[in-house]
């Protein structure tokens, strides 16, 4: 397995898991100018990252890609504990971080610079910001007495801490989100973590 990643984007969450997974692997670090290469296109056409190469085979989309890893290796039980309220709990909870957390971010990445107004771009990022504080507290309010997001170790939270790395960056308000916290704290000291994070060079 070869993993594509740029440091601190959602594929560094693949990197996570790549480590807890304990399982042989090798990664290339790509940068947003070789992301747009024909060399990488030819890897992934749309330009980004993650994408896991195993043998011929490509597989692209970070959510699909954390359900392969932990369908290929389910003894380390990354998606519940194999019954089907849990999987869909685990489920859930990706989806809520692929599908509501991840593109709330986009006008904070430059997503309206289009817009050419500065007050209007400026009003695009307040908002995405107080999108992100509500979506953030729906976290908190599910970590309140857990370590983990579905209250076992799953797909979920790397992806979750990933996204919080980028709210501190960003400006967005975590205050007394105390759970959260609690929670990026945990991750942040988990050695899986630190050994992804130290080879992509954020740590």
């Not at 060399?39 to 359900?67: F, K």
Request: aromatic share 10%.
């Amino acid at each position: 397995m070869k993993l594509y990643t740029s440091p601190g984007a959602c594929s560094t969450a693949d990197h996570i898991v790549l480590q807890w997974l304990g399982q042989p692997y090798e990664f290339q670090i790509v940068t947003r100018e070789q992301r747009a290469t024909p060399e990488y296109r030819a890897i992934n056409p749309s330009g980004a990252v993650p994408a896991l190469q195993v043998g011929d085979w490509v597989l692209t989309q970070n959510s699909a890609i954390l359900h392969y890893l932990t369908d290929r290796f389910p003894e380390a039980g990354l998606c519940g504990d194999g019954g089907a309220q849990s999987r869909a709990e685990v489920n859930r909870w990706l989806a809520f971080v692929n599908a509501d957390v991840h593109p709330a971010f986009k006008p904070l990445f430059g997503a309206t610079h289009y817009l050419e107004d500065q007050a209007a771009i400026d009003k695009s990022h307040a908002n995405a910001r107080a999108q992100l504080r509500g979506l953030f507290a729906n976290a908190d309010a599910q970590l309140e007495g857990k370590d983990w997001i579905t209250g076992s170790r799953s797909i979920a939270d790397p992806y979750l801490f990933i996204t919080l790395q980028w709210a501190k960056k960003t400006g967005v308000d975590l205050s007394g989100l105390d759970n959260l916290a609690r929670f990026d704290a945990h991750m942040a000291n988990d050695a899986g973590v630190q050994a992804a994070m130290k080879a992509e060079g954020l740590i």
